[in-house]
């Protein structure tokens, strides 16, 4: 069993930064893959970046790219989002998951969820 808890959020203004951490209770995180997906109003999740469980590989959606950059701290069972250069569209809650192993970009290929942390970015 993992339990997520994310922090980080809040409100920034366009061209800001943010860095979300999502800290993992259990003892077997370091081998799952952790994922950051978004929430928009009336819009449907959507993956925003993911990474292996070693940490060896990271996937982004290409929205993000070159914007924010998943990292992991597997002694502190903890993932990380940095979030460069903000744009109003990112305005979201933002979820970390984890499923075993490797990453997907596919919601309902993770496993546990966290409660979210809303950001929002204004113009």
């Known amino acids: 069993q993992v339990q997520l808890v994310e922090s980080g959020g809040g409100l920034v203004q366009a061209g800001g930064s943010l860095r979300l951490s999502c800290v993992a209770s259990g003892r077997t995180f370091s081998s799952h893959a952790m994922g950051w997906f978004r929430q928009a109003p009336e819009k449907e999740r959507e993956f925003v970046a993911a990474i292996r469980w070693s940490g060896g590989s990271i996937y982004y959606a290409d929205s993000v790219k070159g914007r924010f950059a998943i990292s992991r701290d597997n002694a502190k069972n903890t993932v990380y989002l940095q979030m460069n250069s903000l744009k109003p569209e990112d305005t979201a809650v933002y979820y970390c998951?984890?499923?075993?192993?490797?990453?997907?970009?596919?919601?309902?290929?993770?496993?546990?969820w966290g409660q979210g942390t809303q950001v929002t970015v204004s113009s």
């Open positions: 998951a984890a499923k075993w192993k490797d990453w997907s970009t596919r919601g309902y290929e993770y496993d546990y």
